[in-house]
Structure formats: structure tokens, C-alpha cells
Antibody, heavy 119, light 113 residues
Framework: QVQLVESGGGLVKPGGSLRLSCAASGFTFSDYYMYWIRQAPGKGLEWVSYISGSGSTIYYADSVKGRFTVSRDNAKNSLYLQMDSLRAEDTAVYFC????????????WGPGALVTVSS | DIVMTQSPDSLAVSLGERATINCKSSQSVLYSSNNKNYLAWYQQKPGQPPKLLIYWASTRASGVPDRFSGSGSATDFTLTISSLQAEDVAVYYCQQYYSTSVTFGGGTKVEIK
């Protein structure tokens, strides 16, 4: 069965860095676009970044452009999000999600990883 | 970005009764070349990730009970739960995927009256 599991969340000071990972299993990882989507505490959902199956196409939300870097290792069935220059407003649960059919909606989500940016 | 506005923010419905959630987009999400509405609905229970319920505005995702249905076109959409069950208590989100920069509505919390 399809599984996505994030790791790497935690508490970091403003201006600091963190790297999230998402381990995928149960499907051919390289066939799918993958997304990072976040949810601030008690708030709604915000798209952060996506990457194509080959890694050749990458997009970022304006709110994270220039600070976050998405990547993937298809040999390891893993998705990554390198987060630099973190701000308090980046505090959120970060979900990795599978794009159902390269159509930009999401049929499987991980349980999420909490990132807290605070001094 | 396309702004998605949901209403109401919350609603309380008796068990077995109908729940209706509305979603309005700031511009049409109907793609004329394939006549498809680029609109999805998700259910999120506390402490869990969202679950895909509906895509293409009205197609139920695999395993979703048929009491959930989606309707609407262009800018106005509705998610209907025909007979509310206790396990349907959750926050529901609409999402447009017409644009590369996907956006979500603010969510509607459904509770039992």
C-alpha cells in the first residue's frame, strides 16, 4: 500500500535551517510529481513546492522562493525539502503529498512533520 | 493567485441530515479545451492529513462513500454530504488546480448538532 512518511521536523531559531525528508513506498516513486504542502497551527493549507518525477521541473510558492529547495532521490524513493533562512511564519506542519495523475491534486499524504521557528 | 472562498466557516447538522458546503473561486476553473473543472475536495480530521474526497469537481476518489457528492462549474461549487454520519465530523477544504499555483479554501468545520 502507498505510504508517505515525513521526518526531520523540529524546533529551529529564526534564520536557521532544517531539512525535511519524505520516505515513499508502495508505488513507483519516479512516476509521480510530489508536493510539499504546509499548514500553520489552526490554519488552512498552503502549497509550498513541487517537483516532477524526474526532478527536471520544480516550482515554489512565492512565500518560500529563494529560501527553500526541493529535491528527490528516486533510487532511495525519497523527497526532500531544504529550508534555509527560516522565519516565524514558516512554523507549520509540513506534509508531503503525491500528485494523483500529474493533475495537481493529491491522493496520498504523509502524516506531517512539525516545524517550529522560534527563538 | 486564484482565491478560493468557502462558506459557511462552520455548520452543525443532525445525524442523518444533509450538509452542504460551498466554494467559490475568484476566476473560472473550468478548462474549455476538455470541459473539466479543476476543483477538488478534501476531508481533514483532527491530527490527520487531508484525505481526497472528490476531484474534477464531481468524481469521487477511490473508497469514498457515495453519500459524498460534488457539483458545480466554473466559479461555484458545492460539496454535499447526503446523510451525515458521526465519522464525517471534520474540516472540509476545496482546492483549485487550474493554475500551477494551487490554492485551497479556508475550510469549513462540520459538527454534529
Amino acid at each position: 500500500q502507498v505510504q508517505l512518511v515525513e521526518s526531520g521536523g523540529g524546533l529551529v531559531k529564526p534564520g536557521g535551517s532544517l531539512r525535511l525528508s519524505c520516505a515513499a513506498s508502495g508505488f513507483t516513486f519516479s512516476d509521480y510529481y510530489m508536493y510539499w504542502i504546509r499548514q500553520a497551527p489552526g490554519k488552512g493549507l498552503e502549497w509550498v513546492s513541487y517537483i516532477s518525477g524526474s526532478g527536471s521541473t520544480i516550482y515554489y510558492a512565492d512565500s518560500v522562493k529563494g529560501r527553500f529547495t526541493v529535491s528527490r532521490d528516486n533510487a532511495k524513493n525519497s523527497l526532500y525539502l531544504q529550508m534555509d533562512s527560516l522565519r516565524a511564519e514558516d512554523t507549520a506542519v509540513y506534509f508531503c503529498a503525491r500528485d494523483r495523475a500529474a493533475a495537481r491534486h493529491f491522493d496520498y499524504w504523509g502524516p506531517g512533520a512539525l516545524v517550529t521557528v522560534s527563538s | 493567485d486564484i482565491v478560493m472562498t468557502q462558506s459557511p466557516d462552520s455548520l452543525a447538522v443532525s445525524l442523518g441530515e444533509r450538509a452542504t458546503i460551498n466554494c467559490k473561486s475568484s476566476q473560472s476553473v473550468l478548462y474549455s479545451s476538455n470541459n473539466k473543472n479543476y476543483l477538488a475536495w478534501y476531508q481533514q480530521k483532527p491530527g490527520q492529513p487531508p484525505k481526497l474526497l472528490i476531484y474534477w469537481a464531481s468524481t469521487r476518489a477511490s473508497g469514498v462513500p457515495d453519500r459524498f457528492s460534488g457539483s458545480g462549474s466554473a466559479t461555484d461549487f458545492t460539496l454535499t454530504i447526503s446523510s451525515l454520519q458521526a465519522e464525517d465530523v471534520a474540516v472540509y477544504y476545496c482546492q483549485q488546480y487550474y493554475s500551477t499555483s494551487v490554492t485551497f479554501g479556508g475550510g469549513t468545520k462540520v459538527e454534529i448538532k
